[in-house]
């Protein structure tokens, strides 16, 4: 009897200490979810602000400027530019188009097309044909023209600037 009665106690022994187990166990992945709740909720709102602020920021400096942007309005222009490269491969040909934000722009690129072609193809003559394969090249290239573009623009007392300039197509042969 007296081992029956030890048994029994080391039953209820083994079984607090399973039920217990369990307690922690659950106790610990409750735990777990509410603080990987919590910096989930931390790190989403996080960028929320961030988002916030710098839509704050980017609508502060539009109310400083004086004019709000217009639409932008692109300018193909016509026709593509053709320059003999030293080397091979010797022919160049890009399409070109510009982004601007007023109507008195686009009638200035249009007025002033000949005296712009001819800087941006005296810029494109320069060029070197075996290094405007990579895309760094092109790329640069894009930021000069842009560059002399603009200057052409200051020079002849434009009303603004070029935004952006686009190649449409690029073919060397």
């Known amino acids: 009897m007296a ?24 106790a610990i992945v409750t735990v777990l979810l509410i603080g990987g709740g919590v910096a989930a909720y931390f790190l989403l709102m996080g960028d929320d602000e961030a988002i916030d602020e710098e839509d704050s920021a980017s609508s502060e400096q539009a109310a400083e400027s004086e004019e709000p942007l217009s639409p932008a309005q692109y300018i193909e222009l016509k026709p593509p530019f053709v320059v003999n490269l030293p080397g091979r491969p010797s022919l160049l040909q890009i399409g070109v188009s510009v982004r601007v934000r007023s109507d008195e722009m686009v009638e200035f690129i249009k007025h002033n097309d000949p005296m712009i072609r001819h800087n941006l193809l005296n810029l494109l ?23 002399e573009l603009n200057r052409v623009v200051t020079e002849l007392a434009g009303p603004g600037e070029v935004e952006a300039l686009y190649f449409t197509s690029f073919v060397m042969q």
């Open 125 to 147: 003559s320069g060029a070197d044909a075996k290094a405007l394969k990579a895309r760094e090249t092109k790329e640069s290239l894009q930021r000069e023209m842009l560059k």
């Open 3 to 26: 081992d029956e009665q030890a048994a029994e106690e080391l039953d209820l022994g083994e079984e607090k200490s399973g039920k217990s187990k369990l307690i922690i166990i659950i």
